[in-house]
């Protein structure tokens, strides 16, 4: 069974900096595509980054230059470290890995940017 530990939301103010960590447990190996999303009340989900297995990263453009995606496939684990946060950033936070042709989600974790 496969299963996805975030952690790192809270609460920060505008311009800050806050770090999410994403750990799958389980018995895996050879996970692919690991990526993050986040979803307003009302909205999509929709990607802020993702890393493949070679390394190659891809973001949304809203936060390209500010977060960073990284990845530790000994640990299974991914971070996405988030610098000058946005009011508009404020969102639940979810990490998705892809194995098997399975996409697996992590619970969320809320991150909320006050002005």
């Known amino acids: 069974q496969v299963q996805l530990v975030e952690s790192g939301g809270g609460l920060v103010q505008a311009g800050g900096s806050l770090r999410l960590s994403c750990a799958a447990s389980?018995?895996?190996?050879?996970?692919?595509?690991m990526s993050w999303y986040r979803q307003v009340p009302g909205k999509q989900r929709d990607l802020v980054a993702l890393?493949?297995?070679?390394?190659?990263?891809n973001y949304a453009d809203s936060v390209k230059g500010r977060f960073t995606i990284s990845r530790d496939n000994a640990k299974k684990s991914i971070a996405l470290q988030m610098n000058s946060l946005k009011p508009e950033d404020t969102a639940v936070y979810y990490c998705?890995?892809?194995?098997?042709?399975?996409?697996?989600w992590g619970q969320g974790t809320q991150v909320t940017v006050s002005s």
């Open positions: 998705r890995i892809e194995w098997k042709n399975m996409g697996y």
């Open positions: 389980g018995s895996i190996a050879g996970i692919n595509t």
């Open positions: 890393i493949t297995t070679f390394g190659t990263t």
